[in-house]
């Protein structure tokens, strides 16, 4: 077994451009690790990325949030600017496993996993986030969140690539996030959801809604979408909301067996990320 | 009631300043020179025939060497007998030549290293050819697929008392229930591991987190055919149990394997192993039919109940025995009848779990009892007031006098404190389109040891050491609960000395004097600190004899005061360890006494508990919002410990209620054999637990004390399935009740 | 590859292969078996230790992510002979039965202390939301967290 932990992107890219089939990149590990023993791995290795300076950090600029790859959930709750701008990014990390957790585990990380019930991937999808990739090469490519996940467990990173950052774009916004697991706490969504609003005099300009464990990859809400759009917060009615909220998830899975539980939950749901707006 | 000096009151346990410190060596924290590791190859398949290819695995670097049925003795076993005068269906080996369940053992890694058996066991590749599984007891049921021999059915009980005709016929209305239970794991945070060596005289040592050494040693005796006396089995420090390491399994597989290779194996598994590939409680299908009188008394019940005894015959007959003997202890019915079967599914193997049947049994009777209320227009507390036991009713089948049972005076008491009418009567109006709110109360009995059903004794050597300090050689295995601690107050009253002074020992074959059963059947409290008074009282007589000889004082004249002899009108004072000397330096004999004991009562212990719960119906989700427990424990021996125990068994029954279950798709693979997806309660879903103790001071027990910590983890289930019932109108009863079981009765209710 | 770490207050260098998990390492090489492992996976919490100031699973930690980092560990909690005041807190509460899951406990617990001296009980819960106990209920945990969280100065 080999582990090497580059320092920066010039050290990250030589050992990408050594990684074969068994090359696995690191981060926080609490998902990589799970899979290994799963899949019965021996003999990986490991490239470390939590090093690498480059990955690091979440930088304020003119038109986008750029958080770096190694952000924890943690991290991305003690940011001030994160609470205040990037709402739905928040609670989706506060809500995220447990502390040790959440002082592991990271959005890169959450996102190159593509777990179907992924809490933050639901909401970049909503923000419509964008991925840099960076690659052996010494490349970097930017993809956009719903080309990035293509499917359950699937991205569109190949070999010798990594997840850098993930920049979401700035407007003036309002944004939720809401799930139903198991559980009050440590619970893995059964149904989640991100709502994203470009807010223009109190009307809401544009919504982005995904709803999330609803099939391989986030689900765009257009019905509810379509509702939203030119409203104010005051006019939401929440029986309409839950209506189309039911019917998205019938939409979304139509035979899988757990839609007779989906369709109830997305309603308390939705009720709840509707009385959390401001 | 009498004054105890040192029982009833809180001590800090003895052992939690080194667990606190991380200093407790369990048994993965120990390692022995040239020890082998041991991993276990568990079947993937549910019913199959296998090969082995172990080619690529016995090249790592490290690995010694691969065991399989070929290699193991062919002695089948039981492993729940823990007796010899105890027989049931020997179907167990060491290793199986055909997997039968997911979890099944197939095969046994030993290796010079965790790492080795870790990347050797990731290397082994197994053939599976698939025969028809049996993954739930419709199926086994109907015996068109048999996991073995010529009928699933693995045993059956049927018993019952009184005129069933006749009362029928008297009653108004008979309220019938049908209701499940699920598998589910016990959920030690220490996984299930056992280490066995070959000693310098060639005995056979193996060291067993388990509650059971005797059994263990009679277990290897019969499968290497060696004598008793070469075989030593010594309790170690143990992570939790539950029941789930009552069973030998690791102790007979190290010890086979230590046996085999003549070197110390230390056998280990993951989360994963202990949940699919040791035991699980027993799962259950029950319909209970009760008839009832419109004045509120029961006249008549039916309890009809399947098992899913899993792949091995294990308990099959103590679950059913079990679940029934908790039925006739309760209520006060005039007929009742029960008819039990057990199962064999290509599943885990069914094993003991805390309250033994209790919580299966309680989980579906008692959400009947309310139901029966609702039926008749009547308070369920009401109702059960009406039909609870009275102090000293006889046992309806044959048990043993309930004794000075108290449960009237838990409910009663209960519903006081939790006030109860007046929130059974209008916590319902808060209820809004979103949230439910409800409350509900279930009672439970539970035993005290063994007596009245199998051999119950035990042995104590009690010595008095010239250093003024006791040594108590008696066969307990702590599983955490404090049970050296209790025993350690016992013996402080009963010799009248300082608990610090005294050390209990841990049973070990070899050393400790032999008990009748292990820690097992909620005895060891019961029954061992009756011998411990026994001890105390004959070594206290030794005491005063000792003086009487030696220095010609009149027995009457002495008294004790702790740890130390002092004669009236005198103010002469010898202390224990200077009378032990005396002992020994003129009457040529050590300060100590070897006692035998049986306890000759099994008085009932009562539970009562009340619960109040918040229903999100719209997630399903339900928040326990109070809990109050009520115990008829007789006499606390430690309080701290004793709600220690209630607060612990409530986490662990809200689970069965809840959401703990493990869950089999149709060809028996575990869908959530991981602690992610199997939820058991963690610190943000458990409630606050109110705790009222009822120290009713059983008259033929010693000190007065009754069980509790089985006892705990039965009424809080039914409590909260009732209080769910209450605050939605549903008629639930398939445990547990997880968000989908609740969102779909509402939607079947509209 | 050679590991430079400090582990409970003391510099430790070794050799190993920076690929297993950070609780062999600290069970296998350094002796430390205080942490234990419950399930592997990160959800039960007995092997937390503290990295840099955060309580972590050292089952999800390989041990060449600690490089030239900062290791708490159930051995490292007492000072100059005394018990931490959690230790002190957890015994006189009667909050450990079988005591295997302890050690994470009490690692959680004091990596909320070294973050914020004085949790509410919400805090509290939250940093032990990652912790199995199927002995106490977490009762008489949370009892003498917050008795432990009355008395830090």
């Known amino acids: 077994?080999?582990?090497?932990?580059?320092?920066?992107?010039?050290?990250?890219?030589?050992?990408?451009?050594?990684?074969?089939?068994?090359?696995?990149?690191?981060?926080?590990?609490?998902?990589?690790?799970?899979?290994?023993?799963?899949?019965?791995?021996?003999?990986?290795?490991?490239?470390?990325?939590?090093?690498?300076?480059?990955?690091?950090?979440?930088?304020?600029?003119?038109?986008?949030?750029?958080?770096?790859?190694?952000?924890?959930?943690?991290?991305?709750?003690?940011?001030?600017?994160?609470?205040?701008?990037?709402?739905?990014?928040?609670?989706?990390?506060?809500?995220?496993?447990?502390?040790?957790?959440?002082?592991?585990?990271?959005?890169?990380?959450?996102?190159?996993?593509?777990?179907?019930?992924?809490?933050?991937?639901?909401?970049?999808?909503?923000?419509?986030?964008?991925?840099?990739?960076?690659?052996?090469?010494?490349?970097?490519?930017?993809?956009?969140?719903?080309?990035?996940?293509?499917?359950?467990?699937k991205t569109c990173l190949d070999r010798g690539e990594a997840v850098s950052r993930i920049l979401i774009p700035r407007q003036e916004r309002s944004?939720?996030?809401?799930?139903?697991?198991?559980?009050?706490?440590?619970?893995?969504?059964?149904?989640?959801?991100?709502?994203?609003?470009?807010?223009?005099?109190?009307?809401?300009?544009?919504?982005?809604?995904?709803?999330?464990?609803?099939?391989?990859?986030p689900v765009e809400a257009r019905l509810l979408e379509n509702y939203f759009q030119g409203k104010s917060f005051a006019e939401i009615a929440l029986q309409d909301v839950q209506e189309l909220g039911k019917e998205e998830v019938e939409k979304a899975i139509p035979t899988r067996p757990s839609r007779f539980y989906k369709r109830v939950a997305v309603q308390g749901l939705l009720e709840d990320m509707i009385g959390a707006l401001p | 009631m009498k004054q105890f000096k040192?029982?009833?009151?809180?001590?800090?346990?003895?052992?939690?300043?080194?667990?606190?410190?991380?200093?407790?060596?369990?048994?993965?924290?120990?390692?022995?020179?040239?020890?082998?590791?041991?991993?276990?190859?568990?079947?993937?398949?549910?019913?199959?025939?296998?090969?082995?290819?172990?080619?690529?695995?016995l090249k790592v670097p490290g690995v010694y060497k691969i065991l399989t049925y070929e290699d193991i003795p062919h002695v089948a076993y039981n492993s729940m007998e823990w007796f010899t005068g105890i027989q049931a269906q020997r179907d167990e080996y060491i290793l199986n030549e055909r997997a039968r369940f997911v979890g099944d053992r197939i095969g046994l890694i030993l290796a010079e290293s965790?790492?080795?058996?870790?990347?050797?066991?990731?290397?082994?590749?197994?053939?599976?050819?698939?025969?028809?599984?049996?993954?739930?007891?419709?199926?086994?049921?109907?015996?068109?697929?048999?996991?073995?021999?010529?009928?699933?059915?693995?045993?059956?009980?049927?018993?019952?008392?009184?005129?069933?005709?006749?009362?029928?016929?008297?009653?108004?209305?008979?309220?019938?229930?049908?209701?499940?239970?699920?598998?589910?794991?016990?959920?030690?945070?220490?996984?299930?591991?056992?280490?066995?060596?070959?000693?310098?005289?060639?005995?056979?040592?193996v060291y067993s987190p388990g509650q059971v050494v005797f059994a263990a040693q009679m277990q290897l005796s019969r499968i290497l055919h060696l004598s008793y006396a070469r075989i030593r089995v010594i309790k170690c420090n143990m992570g939790g149990s539950f029941g789930g390491k009552q069973q030998p399994l690791l102790e007979l597989t190290a010890g086979v394997a230590a046996w085999l290779t003549q070197r110390p194996v230390q056998i280990y598994m993951n989360r994963r192993e202990s949940m699919i590939g040791t035991f699980t409680r027993n799962g259950t299908e029950a319909r209970v039919a009760t008839a009832v009188r419109k004045d509120?008394?029961?006249?008549?019940?039916?309890?009809?109940?399947?098992?899913?005894?899993?792949?091995?015959?294990?308990?099959?007959?103590?679950?059913?025995?079990?679940?029934?003997?908790?039925?006739?202890?309760?209520?006060r019915i005039p007929a009742q009848e029960f008819h039990g079967r057990a199962y064999y599914t290509d599943k885990t193997p069914g094993g003991a779990c805390r309250a033994y049947g209790g919580p299966q049994n309680h989980a579906i009777t008692e959400v009947n009892i309310d139901h029966a209320a609702r039926v008749i227009g009547m308070d369920p507390c009401e109702f059960r007031l009406k039909n609870l036991v009275e102090p000293y009713d006889a046992d309806p089948v044959g048990g043993p006098n309930l004794g000075k049972a108290a449960v009237k005076e838990c409910l009663r008491k209960g519903m006081e404190a939790f006030h109860w009418k007046e929130k059974y009567a209008h916590i319902?109006?808060?209820?809004?389109?979103?949230?439910?709110?409800?409350?509900?109360?279930?009672?439970?009995?539970?035993?005290?040891?063994?007596?009245?059903?199998?051999?119950?004794?035990?042995?104590?050597?009690?010595?008095?050491?010239?250093?003024?300090?006791?040594?108590?050689?008696?066969a307990v295995h702590e599983q955490g609960c404090g049970t050296l601690d209790s025993l350690r107050l016992t013996a402080a009253e009963a010799l009248d000395l300082a608990p610090e002074k005294i050390t209990i020992t841990e049973a070990d074959t070899l050393l400790t004097p032999y008990d009748s059963a292990g820690t097992q059947a909620s005895r060891v409290t019961f029954v061992s600190s009756g011998a411990i008074l026994q001890a105390g009282n004959q070594l206290r007589e030794k005491i005063f004899q000792t003086l009487h000889e030696v220095e010609k004082i009149e027995p009457d004249l002495l008294y004790t005061d702790n740890g130390t002899v002092k004669v009236k009108g005198s103010d002469k004072t010898y202390t224990y360890g200077e009378?032990?000397?005396?002992?020994?330096?003129?009457?040529?004999?050590?300060?100590?006494?070897?006692?035998?004991?049986?306890?000759?009562?099994?008085?009932?212990?009562?539970?009562?508990?009340?619960?109040?719960?918040?229903?999100?119906?719209?997630?399903?989700?339900?928040?326990?919002?109070?809990?109050?427990?009520?115990?008829?424990?007789?006499?606390?021996?430690?309080?701290?410990?004793?709600?220690?125990?209630?607060?612990?068994?409530?986490?662990?029954?809200?689970?069965?209620?809840?959401?703990?279950?493990?869950?089999?798709?149709?060809?028996?693979?575990?869908?959530?054999?991981?602690?992610?997806?199997?939820?058991?309660?963690?610190?943000?879903?458990?409630?606050?637990?109110?705790?009222?103790?009822?120290?009713?001071?059983?008259?033929?027990?010693?000190?007065?004390?009754?069980?509790?910590?089985?006892?705990?983890?039965?009424?809080?289930?039914?409590?909260?399935?009732?209080?769910?019932?209450?605050?939605?109108?549903?008629?639930?009863?398939?445990?547990?009740?997880?968000?989908?079981?609740?969102?779909?009765?509402?939607?079947?209710?509209? | 590859m050679k590991i430079r770490a400090v582990v409970n207050g003391a510099a430790v260098e070794k050799e190993i292969d920076g690929s297993k998990r950070l609780i062999d390492f600290l069970r296998e090489d350094l002796g430390l078996t205080g942490t234990k492992e419950g399930c592997s996976e990160g959800e039960c919490g007995a092997c937390t230790v503290i990295l840099n100031g955060e309580a972590v699973p050292s089952c999800l930690v390989l041990a060449g992510q600690i490089q030239g980092g900062e290791i708490l560990t159930i051995e490292g909690l007492e000072k100059n002979g005394e018990l931490d005041l959690l230790q002190k807190k957890f015994i006189s509460h009667g909050a450990i039965q079988c005591g295997f899951c302890t050690p994470g406990f009490l690692m959680s617990a004091k990596a909320l202390f070294m973050k914020n001296p004085h949790p509410s009980s919400e805090e509290i819960r939250r940093a032990i939301e990652g912790n199995i106990c199927r002995c106490t209920g977490y009762i008489k945990i949370v009892e003498a967290i917050e008795d432990a969280a009355k008395e830090m100065e």
């Open chain 2, 296 to 331: 509120g008394k029961i006249l008549e019940r039916k309890v009809d109940t399947c098992f899913d005894g899993g792949a091995y015959d294990t308990n099959n007959t103590s679950i059913v025995n079990a679940y029934a003997k908790k039925l006739f202890r309760l209520y």
């Open chain 2, 428 to 474: 319902r109006e808060q209820n809004n389109d979103r949230y439910a709110y409800g409350v509900g109360v279930a009672c439970a009995d539970h035993g005290n040891g063994y007596f009245g059903a199998f051999p119950e004794f035990t042995n104590v050597e009690m010595i008095l050491h010239p250093d003024g300090t006791a040594l108590v050689k008696i």
């Open chain 1, 175 to 217: 944004s939720m996030f809401g799930k139903v697991g198991a559980r009050k706490a440590v619970t893995i969504a059964k149904i989640n959801c991100a709502m994203d609003f470009r807010m223009e005099e109190g009307l809401i300009q544009k919504a982005s809604i995904y709803l999330g464990a609803v099939g391989v990859k």
């Open chain 2, 114 to 205: 965790k790492e080795a058996c870790e990347k050797a066991w990731c290397k082994v590749k197994v053939q599976y050819q698939d025969l028809p599984v049996v993954a739930d007891l419709q199926t086994a049921q109907e015996d068109r697929i048999l996991v073995r021999g010529k009928t699933n059915l693995a045993y059956e009980k049927n018993i019952g008392y009184g005129d069933l005709a006749n009362a029928e016929a008297e009653a108004d209305f008979i309220v019938e229930d049908r209701g499940s239970t699920p598998r589910t794991h016990h959920l030690a945070i220490e996984p299930h591991i056992a280490m066995a060596e070959v000693d310098d005289f060639g005995n056979l040592v």
């Open chain 1, 1 to 153: 077994m080999m582990f090497t932990a580059p320092a920066d992107e010039k050290e990250l890219q030589a050992a990408l451009s050594q990684a074969d089939e068994r090359t696995y990149l690191i981060a926080g590990g609490t998902d990589l690790l799970i899979h290994l023993q799963n899949r019965k791995e021996t003999d990986c290795s490991f490239i470390d990325l939590t090093k690498v300076k480059e990955l690091q950090g979440i930088r304020e600029e003119k038109d986008w949030i750029d958080i770096g790859a190694l952000v924890t959930m943690t991290e991305l709750c003690a940011s001030p600017l994160v609470k205040e701008e990037l709402r739905a990014l928040y609670l989706a990390a506060y809500h995220l496993g447990s502390e040790q957790i959440r002082n592991r585990a990271t959005l890169g990380g959450a996102i190159a996993n593509a777990s179907q019930s992924s809490d933050c991937s639901v909401v970049l999808f909503a923000y419509g986030a964008l991925v840099e990739i960076f690659s052996a090469q010494g490349e970097r490519r930017k993809v956009p969140m719903d080309q990035f996940i293509k499917g359950r467990e």
């Open chain 2, 579 to 750: 009378i032990a000397t005396l002992r020994e330096k003129k009457m040529f004999d050590p300060l100590s006494v070897y006692i035998h004991y049986e306890p000759h009562s099994n008085p009932a212990a009562y539970a009562v508990s009340f619960a109040q719960v918040k229903v999100d119906k719209k997630t399903g989700l339900v928040e326990v919002q109070k809990l109050l427990a009520v115990h008829d424990i007789g006499q606390a021996v430690n309080p701290t410990l004793v709600e220690g125990q209630i607060q612990g068994g409530a986490q662990f029954i809200l689970g069965m209620a809840l959401s703990e279950e493990l869950v089999y798709d149709s060809k028996g693979n575990v869908k959530n054999s991981s602690l992610s997806k199997y939820h058991t309660l963690n610190v943000q879903d458990m409630p606050p637990v109110d705790i009222i103790l009822v120290e009713s001071h059983d008259e033929s027990s010693p000190f007065g004390v009754k069980s509790v910590g089985e006892m705990s983890a039965v009424a809080p289930g039914p409590a909260v399935v009732n209080a769910i019932n209450h605050a939605l109108g549903t008629e639930l009863t398939d445990y547990p009740l997880t968000p989908e079981r609740i969102i779909e009765a509402l939607e079947q209710k509209g």
């Open chain 2, 6 to 57: 040192y029982i009833g009151k809180r001590f800090q346990r003895e052992d939690s300043l080194e667990r606190a410190e991380g200093k407790t060596k369990f048994l993965a924290d120990c390692k022995r020179l040239n020890m082998l590791y041991g991993k276990l190859i568990l079947s993937e398949h549910a019913h199959a025939d296998f090969q082995l290819d172990t080619e690529e695995a």
